[in-house]
């Protein structure tokens, strides 16, 4: 049973890496492959995340849950 687990463990983890081809990177550039698109808007929204939870850190807002800052 070893003998088939290791090398379908082994083969398993090479089939996941990928090569990004050079005419695919612009592809992956793009504003909507970003993990964050807009920085603006996700500092807005963590600023009211923060602020309705009443707590701070993680993202470096600053602020108390009145949402005054």
């Known amino acids: 049973m070893k003998i088939f687990l290791i090398p379908a463990l082994l083969l398993v983890l090479v ?3 990928a090569e990004v081809k050079p005419w695919h990177r ?8 970003q993990l964050v698109p807009d920085k603006i808007e996700a500092y807005i929204d963590d600023h009211i995340y923060f ?4 707590s ?3 993202s ?3 602020g108390g849950g009145c949402g005054c800052n």
């Open 15 to 17: 089939s996941g890496c």
């Open 26 to 33: 612009n592809i992956l550039a793009q504003r909507d492959m």
């Open 51 to 54: 602020s309705k939870e009443a």
């Open 56 to 58: 701070t850190g993680g």
């Open 60 to 62: 470096g807002i600053g």
